[in-house]
């Protein structure tokens, strides 16, 4: 059998392991929604590039202003898509992100939730008499903190529901504002 300072100090082992494995996960999650974001700004600037240099030659061959403004409107609906589409794609890479930062969280926190109970049902097992009362205590108090995280967990994922309902909402408005300004313009 252990002794207490020994079961402590492999405790610390442990979750200064499973830290730095959290910290090497969120790590490479961070990079990988960069990646995604770094790469979707490039497309979308190379994409840019190209379709603004065959509009402009486009808006140049005009004959007379009518048709040059004609040309200016239909491209308005198109460019107003894409922004959106940016937004959307933009907001799908932060929101996956997002879940798998709070996938990985959650999880490690679960994990070191069980070790420290586990930890302090060792140790709780191995106190002295008389010290019932101070390892319930102790015990509410952990469960009383794990409740109030659970909680602070759901309240955060309905807000980023929310915004992401809102954001969504927000878009679906615009592109029916933008289609509806387009199709004004062309009459």
Do not use: C, W
């Not at 730095?20 to 990079?31: E, N, R, S, V």
């Not at 979308?44 to 040309?71: G, I, R």
């Not at 460019?79 to 890479?93: P, Q, T």
């Not at 932060?94 to 990985?104: C, G, I, K, N």
């Amino acid at each position: 059998m252990f002794s207490v300072p020994e079961q402590f100090s492999a405790a610390t082992k442990a979750n200064f392991d499973a830290q730095l494995a959290l910290i090497t996960a969120l790590t490479g999650k961070a990079f990988e929604g960069v990646e995604k974001f770094v790469e979707l700004n490039l497309t979308v600037a190379k994409t840019s590039l190209e379709e603004s240099t065959a509009a402009t030659k486009q808006l140049l061959s005009a004959k007379d202003p009518q048709e040059f403004f004609s040309l200016s409107a239909a491209q308005a609906q198109p460019n107003a898509e894409k922004a959106l589409a940016y937004g959307r794609h933009l907001s799908n890479i932060a929101s996956s992100t997002q879940a798998e930062f709070t996938r990985a969280a959650e999880t490690q926190i679960a994990e070191t939730n069980r070790k420290v109970l586990a930890l302090f049902d060792e140790v709780s097992k191995n106190a002295p008499a008389g010290t019932e009362n101070v390892v319930a205590f102790v015990k509410t108090a952990f469960n009383n903190a794990n409740a109030s995280y659970d909680q602070f967990t759901k309240s955060s994922k309905q807000a980023v529901e929310a915004l992401e309902a809102n954001l969504n909402n927000a878009v679906t408005q615009i592109s029916t504002a933008t289609e509806k300004a387009t199709t004004r313009s062309k009459k």
